[in-house]
């Protein structure tokens, strides 16, 4: 019976690991392999693809300009949520319920319809082409779901503790950096997983907000399909680099996301 | 008197040249750049520096400045990035950042400038298939006005426009030259040389064809030959082989695969270089320059025989001939195929991938670097006829929107004109393989190497180049229309329809787009539908395109020797 689990769960993490596995080891091959036949490990091993988007900034900078507005998108999201979910789980006001709602249908809409809106205001505000561009557009869809996380974590914590440390003589700010945020901090981490997870990943904005300056790394990777065929073993090197920031984030976040998954609003 | 002051005139103004050429000499950086990168150049070394020294001059006022141009990745793009880019702010002090993205990207940039009015970019390389979109918008800088009005300080005086091979693909109906080339690649016929050179394959092929093997003429030729390899000959040296190669997944590139030539090659279209008129190979047709429909009800040919019938074979051949896992690849992954040496001929080959055909150690290059493998003109198919064209030419030309400011547009177009000025396009040629200039293609330098490129040096040497064009101005919304491409093409590839139901569905759309076009207005050549069309009875029964259906669609193969090919080339052009 266990043998038979364990056989299952062998299979299944195989399953999951391939495609991962092939991106690893096609970024290791030159292209001459990688077109000519299948071989399930580099025979004639190379680390040219790497070494080229580490020495050449209009490769490396793509990561730079990616971790940096995911860095800023991330930070303004959870500094605006975090009062807003505290509003929305502690006091009752007119129309609360539906601009929570409301707040949710933002996220419903494909960011490709906001494509010229924000280019054309961007563009107003000379944002465009900077990383604050593409941060800024990211909240539109980080925020909602920040509020929507923190809500559930702020309200599984009971009213009294707000209470309590009035009475132990907080102020309200002490206590919403000195009580509150310790107390969520799973639910924090949740939220911040999920804002880098969307911005790292969203495409469409990043590359209609940025030309040269602020470039995602995402739309420098277009770059490896050509007239004159497609460089593979470009494209899965720099796809392979582009796991580590997440791998990295998760390994930090992994027991707040185990905690905050159970709060049950994720 | 007005003669002795136009004298004192000129004379001081000669003298200022004079004063200002020995002021200004040419800078030691320049100096280096000729020196390490560009010594191969069809000018002396004299004429290299005076040229140079008129970039230094001419760029004075722009010193300082950073200019964002882009274009596609390839490898002569690549070069021009990295080394031309440079070069250039070394002799101008303008710095130049020659962004790389995808093609699709490029043009994704290019229409939100359109749209918005915003500069993105200072500088576009486009391909010229646009160049009916740009002439009837009001969104491209004409460059012929440019060069005679606002841009006349800063345009190289020895540009020679006239050297440019591919000058009449960017040039627009009212006669304008709307962009400026600055690469070129061609989709020619690609083939195992040294396979067709064996004697036991010959004799078989003939045994059994009743001719000899050889390059096809038409597309009969061609089918025999797929039959023949595929089906005939199986192996070659414990190999399984194949005698066709192209690709079927039902992507965007797809679309590219039809409206670059395919039609053309069959034979749908009127007559006329660079492209067919009043039909082009799109199958829409013009009265003077205003598309009038792509239906043969409304005269046009997307939807003739000659279209069905292309359709038909690409779908036939692609399933019969080809490798199995042919009909789910894109562009970009059929086309490194034939180099891993399973694939005797390709019909449809775009010499982009030549340099990547020459990699030593490949399964189609010799042990001394020579290819195994030639390059030639492709068939053409039962309703070709002479005077049509016959394959297809892709040129990245540079192009400049109303929308950048003018001094930035001033300073990138001193950029482009660099990039393809005759101090440098022969070394970038010999990088990228990829010929704009009749001076570089003629010089010495390009003879000596010609053994080794597979026949591209010849095929652009020979009078049959000018049959080789991209998309002309006919097609007045290239993005519009060319996405309607792929997504029915599919339908057929899949099945789901017949060929003639597809190309049906394919010119219903087309003509949508046109009426909307119409509607909305354009700044020149503008659609123009008629309320009632004619029908296709009436337009099977004028001369030329759109053409009724031949009783016989396979004629008799017809064959031609390459090295009698290449040899009455060598006669033509001399």
Redesign the interface.
Known sequence: MRIGRQLILGIYFLFIMLPIYWLVNMSFKT??EI???LTLWPTSWTWEHYERIFTDP?WYMGYINSLQYVTINTLISLTLALPAAYAFSRYRFMGDKHLFFWLLTNRMAPPAVFL?PF??LY?ELKL?DTVWAVAIAHTLFNIPICVWILEGAISSIPKELDEMASLDGYSFPGFFTKVLIPQIRSGIGVAAFFCFMFSWVELLLA??LT??NA?PIA??M?????????DWGMLASAGTLTIIPGLIIIWFVRHHIAKGFALGRV | MIISRSLITGAIALSCFAMQAKSAPLSPKAKQWLKDEFHQSTLTKQQQEQELLWFQEAAKPYKGMTINVVSETIDTHTYESKKLAKAFYDITGIKIVHDLIGEGDVIEKLQTQFQTGRNIYDMYVNDSDLIGTHSRQNYVIPLSDFMKGEGKDVTLPTLDLKDFIGLSFTTGPDGKVYQLPDQQFANLYWFRYDWFNRKDLKKKFKAKYGYELGVPVNWSAYEDIADFFTNEVKEIDGKKVYGHMDYGKKDPSLGWRFTDAWLSMAGTGSKGIPNGLPVDEWGIRVDQCRPVGSTVARGGAVNAPASVYALTKYIDWLKQYAPPEALGMTFSEAGPVPSQGQVAQQIFWYTAFTRASLKKGLPVVNKDGSPKWRMAPSPHGPYWEKGMKLGYQDAGSWTMLKSTPSKRRKAAWLYAQFSVSKTVSLTKFLEGLTPIRESDLKSPVVTKLAPKLGGLVEFYRSPARTLWTPTGINVPDYPRLSQLWWQNISQAISGEKTPQAAMDGLGKQMDKILGRLERMGMKQCAPKLASKPKGADYWFKQPGSPKPKLANEKPKGKTVPYDKLVKSWQETAH
């Open positions: 292209n001459e077109v000519s036949g209009s010229l280019f054309q563009s465009f590359r209609t030309s040269v470039k739309a420098i277009t770059r490896t399909k050509g007239a004159a065929g497609t």
